[in-house]
Structures are given as structure tokens and as C-alpha cells.
């Protein structure tokens, strides 16, 4: 991958091909990438699909995130499916960033500016290692973002 524009083309048939699980670990939700209205159909579609399918997300820099931002309103919308943490602590060598679908589908980038990457839809080696180290900081690093919290009157 080398542009913005193949990112999302690329996010996109990952989401729509996904059928029970999606993590997404990124630096701040590039709005580039993750405020595009096919990003954001797609994974509210995924979500939709089943009452099983599950989304969690985690960002290193919760700051550079707003409630305005569609995933977060997306997440608003559907709190027992889409879960947006950040980590109070990353590993000494954090892995890359990335978008990883039912344990086999990864989409990773080496920057945040998603000009190096890579695509695949079967990788599940690779995968599971994403996915256990995804894993192993929401459990013991991640928490909410108070900031991002929904308000309730």
C-alpha cells in the first residue's frame, strides 16, 4: 500500500468481509482514514450483522480524539459492540499498527500516515500474534476515555 486512498479501499473489504471479531489499534484514528463515510458504513454494517459481532479499538493518543468523531458516535450508538480504549502503558517494543478481522485478516501499517503497509486475508500466524498482544493490553493496560464518555440526563 502506498497512498490513503488504497488504505481505506483496503479497510473497507476487510470490514465487509468480517464475520465475528475486529481490533483496531492505531495512534489516533487518523481522520483521513477512520472519519471516511465508506470506513465508518462499513463497520457500522459489521456491526450490525449479528448480535455476535464485536468490535474493540485501542489508541495511543486519546487526546487527538474527540466525541465528534464518527467512530465514537458509532460506538455511542452500539456500546455492546464497539468499545474505543486507550492503554496506560505500550510494551517496549509496541507493535505496529493495525486492523485485524476474525483472527486471519490483517491490515497493517508501519506509520501512522498508513504510507507503509501491508494487506492480507490470510495471515494467520501473523495474526495471532497481533491478536494476543492486542489482547493482553486491553485486559491489563487499556482503560476508558473519560473524555469520550456519553452523557446520560
Known amino acids: 500500500m502506498d497512498n ?13 468481509a ?11 484514528l487518523t481522520p483521513a482514514i477512520y472519519q ?5 458504513n462499513s463497520l457500522s454494517s459489521y456491526l450490525r450483522k449479528s448480535k455476535y459481532c464485536q468490535a474493540r479499538v485501542i489508541i495511543t ?22 468499545s474505543i480504549k486507550t492503554v496506560t502503558q505500550l510494551p517496549d517494543t509496541p507493535p505496529p499498527f493495525f486492523l485485524l478481522a476474525d483472527s486471519h485478516q490483517l491490515l497493517e501499517w ?3 500516515d498508513h504510507n507503509k ?10 495474526a495471532k500474534h497481533h ?3 492486542f489482547l493482553h493490553l486491553w485486559e491489563r493496560y487499556s482503560i476508558e476515555i473519560p473524555e469520550l464518555a456519553q452523557l446520560h440526563v
Open 117 to 126: 503497509g501491508t494487506y492480507n486475508e490470510s495471515v494467520p500466524a501473523q
Open 61 to 82: 493518543a486519546p487526546k487527538q480524539l474527540s466525541i465528534t468523531h464518527p467512530m465514537v458516535k458509532l460506538a455511542h450508538r452500539l456500546p455492546s459492540s464497539l
Open 18 to 28: 468480517a464475520k465475528r471479531s475486529v481490533l483496531l489499534f492505531s495512534h489516533s
Open 36 to 40: 471516511h463515510p465508506n470506513v465508518i
Open 131 to 133: 491478536s494476543e498482544v
Open 110 to 112: 508501519v506509520e501512522e
Open 4 to 16: 490513503t486512498d488504497t488504505y481505506i479501499q483496503q479497510a473497507q473489504t476487510l470490514l465487509d
